[in-house]
Nanobody
Framework: QVQLVESGGGLVQAGGSLRLSCAASGRTFSSYAMGWFRQAPGKEREFVAAINRSGSNTYYADSVKGRFTISRDNAKNTVYLQMNSLKPEDTAVYYC???????????????????WGQGTQVTVSS
């Protein structure tokens, strides 16, 4: 069982930056791949980024590649999402999630994640 709590969301102007954090409970954090997803009003939840258990490999949606960086600190049971050059279309509720799957291709799919946080709102004004 893993409990996830996101923080760091807020209101920012276009071009600005935010860093989201996701703190995990439990002693098995390093056994999970971690992902960030987002959901805008009226839209489906979409993949943003994922990181493998050790943090050595990362994956990004094309829409955020080069602007967002996912990282993790297994000693602190925390995964981060650094978001730079934010755009109004990045506005959404951002969720972190934990996956038991060891297959990288699976991490792009929300259904492969067993545990989810409650979400944090990110609003980018134009």
């Amino acid at each position: 069982q893993v409990q996830l709590v996101e923080s760091g969301g807020g209101l920012v102007q276009a071009g600005g930056s935010l860093r989201l954090s996701c703190a995990a409970s439990g002693r098995t954090f390093s056994s999970y791949a971690m992902g960030w997803f987002r959901q805008a009003p009226g839209k489906e939840r979409e993949f943003v980024a994922a990181i493998n258990r050790s943090g050595s490999n990362t994956y990004y949606a094309d829409s955020v590649k080069g602007r967002f960086t996912i990282s993790r600190d297994n000693a602190k049971n925390t995964v981060y999402l650094q978001m730079n050059s934010l755009k109004p279309e990045d506005t959404a509720v951002y969720y972190c999630a934990a996956s038991n799957s060891g297959v990288a291709a699976a991490w792009l799919q929300a259904r492969q994640y067993a545990y989810w946080g409650q979400g944090t709102q990110v609003t980018v004004s134009s």
